[in-house]
């Protein structure tokens, strides 16, 4: 049995790529695993206007329930509330070169799109190091992610050696990232990334409305002009997003071959994609409803989380502290 541990950023509605990187992925590991899933509002704030990030968390919880996380299976908790993760990073800042976070390539493009250049906050350039005191500090040996957070996983098992050797301990253990097999969803626009901030994201309790429309408006073939032209089907996002969402596989790779030969409509190939995209949605809208309209019952499921998560991380920064004996006065 692994521990499970992962979060999300409370920055927006979680949409399509939380929910092919890793949300999938949780839904079926909490029946066997341990698991624990984090609204991560502390790293949401190295970059994120506070009141944003506070009326977001409520949101992600919802979803978090609406998609079939079951508090029962899973600990859901709010990283703020766990103050044991920022201790253990303020460890771990010592663990860690300036040089080194400044190679993570994920932090880079980050930094890049936000135009940040030498103006980036200290908080954000480490936001890596606290990602690795949050799986630390619960020994998570399984974090399911999506590809772009792979050098996350890499510098937290970096930084978890490090400890240990820095302690002549085996306090601390190295964990693995879970990645989907089919590689990152791209915006609806298909570009690289789906992101609420980059305005290319369909949330996931977007409204059947909102569905027909980012299907309409997403990218196809641009070379596809007549309906007998050969297709492209490589780098064409309904049909990526087919690969993702629709159960019946050999009817897409069907219709990949109809549609590179010529003679298949991209309205055609939208239709269906739309109709996979009302049926995955529609029982998640419907989930997510009740819980939206008792957000005490949701707020108490939390406090329930936060108060397990809490001795989880306050057994491990015991160890931590008496691994490196500044456990004074016990
Ligand atoms: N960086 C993750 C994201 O942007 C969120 C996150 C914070 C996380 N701490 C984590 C993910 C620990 C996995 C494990 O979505």
């Known amino acids: ?11 927006g509605p979680l949409h399509l790529g939380h929910y092919v990187g890793s949300l999938r992925n949780r839904v079926e590991l909490q029946s066997r695993h341990r698991q624990f899933v984090m609204i991560a509002d502390l790293q949401a704030l190295t970059d994120t206007d506070p009141a944003k990030v506070r009326s977001n968390v409520l949101e992600v919880a919802y979803d978090y329930l609406a998609v079939g996380l079951d508090p029962e299976k899973s600990t859901l908790f709010i990283q703020s509330q766990v103050t044991e993760l920022a201790e253990l990073t303020v460890f771990f800042l010592n663990l860690v070169s300036l040089a080194r976070l400044e190679r993570n390539p994920t932090v880079k493009e980050e ?4 135009g940040f250049e030498r103006d980036v906050p200290v908080g954000f350039l480490t936001y890596p190091v606290s990602q690795a005191a949050d799986i630390a500090a619960f020994k998570a040996t399984l974090v ?23 302690t002549a301990s085996t306090t601390l253990v190295e964990c693995a990232a879970l990645v989907p097999a089919q590689g990152r969803l791209p915006g609806l626009d298909g570009s690289a990334k789906m992101g609420k901030s980059l305005g290319n994201a369909l949330a996931l309790s977007a409204s059947p409305d909102e569905i027909r429309t980012a299907v309409k408006q997403m990218y196809t073939d641009r070379n596809h002009l007549r309906v007998q032209d050969p297709g492209q089907v490589d780098g064409n996002v309904v049909f990526t997003y087919l690969d993702a969402f629709d159960a019946d596989a050999a009817a897409v790779d069907e219709l990949k071959a109809r549609y590179r030969r010529g003679g298949l409509a991209d309205t055609v190939v939208k239709r269906r994609l739309e109709d996979v995209l009302q049926a995955t949605l529609a029982p998640i809208r419907a989930r997510r409803a009740p819980y939206a309209r008792d957000p005490g019952a949701v707020r108490t499921m939390l406090e329930e989380g936060c108060a397990r998560a809490r001795a989880v991380a306050a057994a491990t920064l015991r160890e931590v502290r008496q691994a490196l004996g500044i456990e004074y006065f016990a």
């Open 111 to 114: 930094i890049r799109q936000r």
């Open 144 to 166: 399911p992610v999506g590809a772009d957070q792979q050098p996350m996983i890499e510098q937290t098992n970096e930084i978890v050696r490090r400890f240990n050797a820095l």
């Open 1 to 11: 049995m692994h521990t499970v541990l992962t979060g999300d950023r409370p920055t």
